[in-house]
């Protein structure tokens, strides 16, 4: 079952847009270049990954593939975020893995953007999208104790933590809809 309000809404083709960026469906259609997704995304998340060895270039296609196939069902929606000015590729952001009631969101912003309030723009857009869009009440954040800029934009938004964490040891954050 789809977690929109509107079944027939096709997240491949949703666009959101903000003061200095572009939200943008993953796609393998050459809209970003999957080496440096696999390049930035692994090496600043390699934490996440069981292996030492980091997914290959044509892992990391077969996996943004699979996300595009799953947002034409209503899985997931992930993104690409592009800056306005100058087009440069610089994160991602994604609601999934819906659950009774709440769906996950997560964001990732490459190293060298950190620090340039991105994180708040986007999760603005994205919340604003999600209340208009997801039939869901709750988004879901995990929050590594390590991250505080991640706490610290959770806290800017009132997400209200939970006393559970997740199988990392992760905090639980949650917003109203």
Same mark, same amino acid.
């Given at each position: 079952?789809?977690?929109?309000?509107?079944?027939?809404?096709?997240?491949?083709?949703?666009? !959101?847009?903000?003061?200095?960026?572009? !939200?943008?469906?993953?796609?393998?259609? &050459?809209?970003?270049?999957?080496?440096?997704?696999?390049?930035?995304?692994?090496?600043?998340?390699?934490?996440?990954?069981?292996?030492?060895?980091?997914?290959?270039?044509?892992?990391?296609?077969?996996?943004?593939?699979?996300?595009?196939?799953?947002?034409?069902? &209503?899985?997931?929606?992930?993104? =690409?975020?592009?800056?306005?000015?100058? &087009?440069? =590729? !610089?994160?991602?952001?994604?609601?999934?893995?819906?659950?009774?009631?709440?769906?996950?969101?997560?964001?990732?912003?490459?190293?060298?953007?950190?620090?340039?309030?991105?994180?708040?723009?986007?999760?603005?857009?994205?919340?604003?999208?999600?209340?208009?869009?997801?039939?869901?009440?709750?988004?879901?954040?995990?929050?590594?104790?390590?991250?505080?800029?991640?706490?610290?934009?959770?806290?800017?938004?009132?997400?209200?933590?939970?006393?559970?964490?997740?199988?990392? &040891?992760?905090?639980?954050?949650? !917003?109203?809809?």
């Amino acid at each position: 079952m789809s977690f929109l309000r509107n079944p027939h809404l096709d997240l491949t083709q949703e666009k !959101i847009e903000t003061n200095r960026c572009f !939200i943008i469906p993953f796609s393998v259609d &050459g809209r970003v270049d999957i080496h440096e997704v696999q390049q930035e995304f692994c090496k600043a998340n390699k934490h996440l990954f069981v292996s030492s060895f980091l997914p290959s270039y044509e892992e990391e296609y077969d996996f943004i593939r699979n996300i595009e196939e799953g947002m034409k069902t &209503g899985k997931s929606f992930e993104n =690409f975020i592009f800056l306005k000015d100058s &087009g440069r =590729f !610089i994160g991602s952001i994604g609601l999934n893995s819906p659950e009774e009631e709440t769906m996950n969101i997560g964001l990732w912003i490459r190293e060298d953007e950190c620090g340039k309030w991105y994180a708040t723009e986007i999760y603005s857009a994205i919340i604003d999208w999600a209340r208009t869009n997801v039939r869901y009440t709750f988004l879901k954040h995990s929050v590594s104790p390590e991250n505080i800029a991640s706490i610290k934009l959770a806290l800017k938004f009132q997400w209200v933590i939970q006393d559970v964490r997740s199988d990392r &040891g992760d905090a639980i954050y949650y !917003i109203s809809l």
